[in-house]
């Protein structure tokens, strides 16, 4: 018979390997006392047999030395009768006695055959007391003699029970507590370690990968310990990569909302930009004329007034009417997706002009100041610099509000850079924005646009520059624009 693969190697697993020493011991025993006791149980039988075969010899003895007294008590009486059939009946029993052999004693077959012989010499003796004497007495001693040897061999029966006795009972104590010994190293080699991994199992279900301790497990069980910490290694090491997959997987999830969001945000700003573009630009169309009439209207009082001080403000409401006609003209020229030239820009008269037509617009209690080394030239589109930097004295001075305060311009080159910047005494740029950024449409001042900052920042992009923001200390708001020196056309 061919053993199947899965049972040789059951047989040879790690769980099995205490087992079957305890068992296969066990079951010799158990084999061994069994086969000990049907052994004693066998050899008593063989000792009864011969005992009951001598106990039939010895009442055949009794049966034929109490006829002999009765015939020697007959020979005793007054006038006795010679008892011929009965002496041959008793001489037949003797014969009988000779033929089956069962005596203990080997003289019995001697006496019992000089017995018979005297009986048999009965008719011949002229004396049949002395005959019937001689063989009683032989009979008797016969008796006597097999009676002393059948205590002798009871008493080996005894014997021999009492020791089987003593093996049974041996056997009956020693199984139990061979078995009790079993179950409890059983129980200390397999069942115990067996609970503890039990639990470990447990604690593994609940995503505890403690491994099981190796100092009390028994060498058998090892293997089998030994697998299940690598496995609880292998699965800490899944579920590590596991979750560094799933926090990956959240970042990119986290990212790709937030670039959607983005996205949605800017589109909603490129909306909302296109469609202030075509409303700038049915303004800029519309207010192109009437500033043209205005424009030629100055020019014909400023021609017609003799007066210095009148003509020179005069000028400069033309000039800034001038300006504001290009910017509207570039407006237009933006949404035909055309630049504005870029020209050198001298930035000290260019910004002490802007201050001038700024203080128009801007109250007393507010200080117009600024710092710009003489002779510092740029080549920028001179009418997107001088709004940019009006939209942030103009937002200022929106912060200051009615309180005094102080807008002051300061610029500089560093690096091939100009950096031109816009600060005042205010309470500061708000922490949202500081925070965001600067978005179209977001305000933190009430009522207003938040296109302001957005034009600054898209005019610093543009020509290849960038805007920075910051807050002064203790208090105050400073907006920097960094423009490259030999401009860019946008």
Request: with cysteine.
């Amino acid at each position: 018979m061919i053993d199947h693969p899965h049972q040789t190697s059951l047989l040879h697993s790690p769980f099995f390997r205490p087992v079957w020493l305890p068992t296969v011991v066990s079951t010799v025993l158990l084999m061994l006392s069994l086969t000990l006791l049907v052994g004693m149980s066998w050899r008593n039988l063989q000792r009864l047999h011969p005992v009951h075969r001598h106990l039939e010899q010895l009442s055949s003895l009794q049966q034929t030395g109490l006829r002999l007294e009765e015939l020697l008590v007959n020979q005793l009486a007054e006038n006795p009768v010679a008892d011929t059939a009965n002496m041959q009946l008793v001489r037949g029993e003797i014969g009988h006695i000779l033929a089956v052999d069962t005596h203990l004693v080997p003289a019995t077959a001697h006496n019992l055959q000089t017995a018979r012989d005297a009986l048999a010499d009965v008719n011949l003796n002229r004396d049949p007391r002395r005959a019937l004497i001689a063989s009683l007495t032989t009979i008797r001693r016969v008796i006597a003699a097999e009676a002393q040897a059948h205590d002798v061999l009871m008493n080996g029966v005894r014997r021999d029970t009492l020791f089987e006795f003593r093996i049974a009972a041996a056997a009956l104590v020693a199984l139990p507590l061979l078995a009790v010994a079993g179950i409890f190293l059983m129980r200390q080699r397999i069942f115990q370690p067996l609970n503890e991994l039990g639990s470990l199992m447990a604690l593994l279900a609940r995503q505890d990968y403690n491994p099981a301790p190796m100092a009390t497990v028994e060498p058998a069980l090892k293997p089998l310990f030994d697998n299940y910490n690598h496995l609880v290694s292998r699965l800490a090491e899944l579920e590590q990569q596991n979750r560094a997959h799933r926090r990956s997987l959240e970042n990119q999830v986290h990212s790709a909302t937030q670039a959607l969001l983005e996205q949605q945000r800017a589109l909603g700003n490129a909306e909302r930009l296109a469609a202030v573009g075509e409303v700038a630009a049915g303004l800029a169309h519309e207010l192109r004329n009437p500033l043209a009439g205005i424009q030629m209207a100055l020019n014909n009082l400023r021609q017609e007034i003799d007066d210095r001080d009148h003509t020179e403000r005069l000028s400069l409401v033309i000039n800034e009417l001038n300006r504001t006609v290009s910017l509207l003209n570039a407006l237009l020229g933006q949404t035909r997706q055309e630049a504005e030239a870029v020209v050198a820009v001298e930035l000290a008269p260019a910004i002490d002009e802007l201050l001038t037509l700024a203080r128009y617009q801007i109250g007393e209690h507010i200080m117009l100041q600024h710092e710009i080394p003489p002779g510092l030239v740029c080549r920028l589109p001179a009418g997107r610099l001088h709004q940019s930097v009006l939209n942030l004295i103009l937002n200022a001075a929106q912060a200051i509000g009615n309180q005094p305060g102080t807008i002051g311009v300061r610029a500089e080159l560093r690096d091939n850079e100009i950096r031109l910047a816009v600060h005042d005494d205010g309470p500061g740029l708000p922490a949202a924005l500081m925070q965001n950024g600067i978005r179209p449409f977001v305000s933190g001042r009430l009522g207003g646009t938040g296109l302001g900052l957005a034009m600054v920042q898209r005019f610093a992009l543009d020509v290849g520059g960038r805007i920075e923001l910051s807050n002064r200390k203790p208090r105050g708001a400073c907006v920097t624009l960094i423009l490259p020196c030999g401009g860019k056309r946008g």
